[in-house]
């Protein structure tokens, strides 16, 4: 079985938490992590094996670059609608966001995708 690539979105509380549950998964794979705040890198490093996960500062770069399956968002609210949006223009088979995305007219615009 062929193991998915899965990326994250947001290094905070949240985001590690979504990096745990996806390196404790047999059937996935840590492709890379993005957060806007380098610092935050460190402190996924020293709470996981994470050697040869990609990380990045924009998400738009490790979209293109990684070409994840999964997409996990765990960043503040009002940045979701444009992540999301973004990892389904760049054909991310499944989006997870920690909030609602955004208003009725947002989730309808994404539901289009």
Same mark, same amino acid.
């Given at each position: 079985?062929?193991?998915?690539?899965?990326?994250?979105?947001? /290094? *905070?509380? *949240? *985001?590690? @938490? &979504?990096i745990q549950a996806v390196l404790e998964n047999p059937g996935c794979k840590l492709v890379a992590i993005c957060d806007i705040q380098e610092e935050a890198f460190t402190r996924v490093?020293?709470?996981? !094996?994470?050697?040869g996960v990609g990380r990045y500062t924009d998400y $738009? @770069?490790?979209l293109k670059d990684e070409? !994840?399956?999964?997409? /996990?968002i765990a960043t503040l609210a009002p940045t979701h609608y444009s992540i999301a949006l973004a990892g389904l223009k760049a054909k991310v088979k499944a989006i997870l966001?920690?909030?609602?995305?955004? $208003?009725?007219? &947002?989730t309808s615009e994404l539901q289009s995708h």
């Open positions: 079985m062929n193991e998915l690539r899965c990326a994250v979105v947001g /290094c *905070g509380i *949240g *985001g590690r @938490k &979504h490093e020293k709470a996981f !094996p994470i050697q $738009s @770069k490790m070409t !994840p399956d999964i997409l /996990c966001a920690e909030k609602p995305i955004r $208003s009725e007219e &947002h």
